[in-house]
């Protein structure tokens, strides 16, 4: 399981390293993914503000000013 949601990462974080932006990779990549448990949650962090993806393994994908990350 962690191994889908760490490929999960790489991919978003690389396909956002090509200019490709949060809502195209979320209608491409995360909205149909198995471990995508909902729609995006925004909030902030102490970078500024976040979207929070929750996953189905209870922990969240982080989107923000760096990229994606896990919480």
Known sequence: ???VVSRLV??????RNEG???????QTTL???SYVAGPPIQDRDE?????????TTGRHLI????GFRLD
Do not use: Q
């Open 1 to 3: 399981m962690a191994d």
């Open 10 to 15: 790489r991919e978003c974080n690389l396909t």
């Open 20 to 26: 490709v932006d949060f809502p195209t990779i979320w």
């Open 31 to 33: 909205k149909s993914h």
């Open 47 to 55: 970078e500024g503000p976040i979207l929070k993806v929750p996953l």
């Open 63 to 66: 989107f923000g000013a760096s």
